[in-house]
């Protein structure tokens, strides 16, 4: 059994599917629970451990032996909760805002309705 490391490295250097998905495999499940608790949603954090395994796979040539993936997961797993609770609070926002416009529209019409 291939460590960590070296299946990185294998990914890194061949572009290695099967060594990729090994990593994958060992990881998802530590990879989606620490997102779970941190976007507190389900679909978010199966965004999120996605996006995750998309940055370990730009970055797995910059990985140097020293480090611990299982910790390097779980600390890109944060950054990307942040980030994608930060675009899900913009987001959110911005409905809010747009519902606003479509009520402050809809005021007026009805009020002139009312008024005939």
Not at 10 to 29: D, I, K, M, P, W
Not at 81 to 96: C, D, G, H, I, T
């Amino acid at each position: 059994m291939k460590d960590d490391l070296h299946l990185v490295h294998e990914f890194a250097v061949n572009r290695s599917e099967a060594a990729f998905a090994t990593l994958v495999r060992r990881h998802v499940n530590l990879v989606w629970s620490a997102a779970r608790r941190q976007v507190n949603d389900a679909a978010l954090a199966e965004e999120v451990t996605s996006a995750v395994f998309c940055v370990l796979a730009e970055k797995a040539g910059s990985l140097n032996r020293e480090t611990v993936l299982a910790g390097w997961l779980v600390r890109t797993t944060r950054f990307v909760a942040v980030n994608a609770l930060r675009r899900e609070a913009r987001r959110r926002q911005r409905e809010e805002e747009a519902m606003n416009i479509l009520l402050d529209q809809a005021a007026p019409d009805t009020a002139w309705q009312h008024i005939r």
